[in-house]
């Protein structure tokens, strides 16, 4: 089993900055691929950005895409996720993800491993 906890969230004005990190830990040997979701106050989960953990393979969604930057770590089972030019709408919690499989996923249920999340909230 895979365990992991975020940390970095907090209150930023749109425009601003955040950096999230991830850190995984146990049966970290599983991890194929790691992702960040996110959940907004009446809406479902939705996928922001996802990297492979064997490769430099990244995807992120459309709403992200030129603001923010998945990265890792892999000698310390490290996620990250710069968020540059936050707006309003990226308030959430932020929960980072791991799953086995080989391929990146944009669906949660492709994800075997949550972490417990981070509140990001943007606003002036």
């Known amino acids: 089993q895979v365990q992991l906890v975020e940390s970095g969230g907090g209150l930023v004005q749109p425009g601003g900055s955040l950096r999230l990190s991830c850190a995984a830990s146990?049966?970290?040997?599983?991890?194929?691929?790691m992702g960040w979701f996110r959940q907004a106050p009446g809406k479902e989960r939705e996928f922001v950005a996802g990297?492979?953990?064997?490769?430099?393979?990244?995807v992120y969604a459309d709403s992200v895409k030129g603001r923010f930057t998945i990265s890792k770590d892999n000698a310390d089972n490290k996620l990250y996720l710069q968020m540059n030019s936050l707006e309003p709408e990226d308030t959430a919690v932020y929960y980072c993800?791991?799953?086995?499989?080989?391929?990146?996923?944009?669906?949660?249920?492709?994800?075997?491993?949550w972490g417990q999340g981070t509140q990001v909230t943007v606003s002036s």
């Open positions: 990297i492979s953990w064997i490769a430099e393979s990244t």
């Open positions: 993800a791991a799953k086995k499989g080989l391929y990146i996923a944009t669906m949660a249920a492709q994800y075997n491993s």
């Open positions: 146990g049966r970290t040997n599983t991890i194929n691929a």
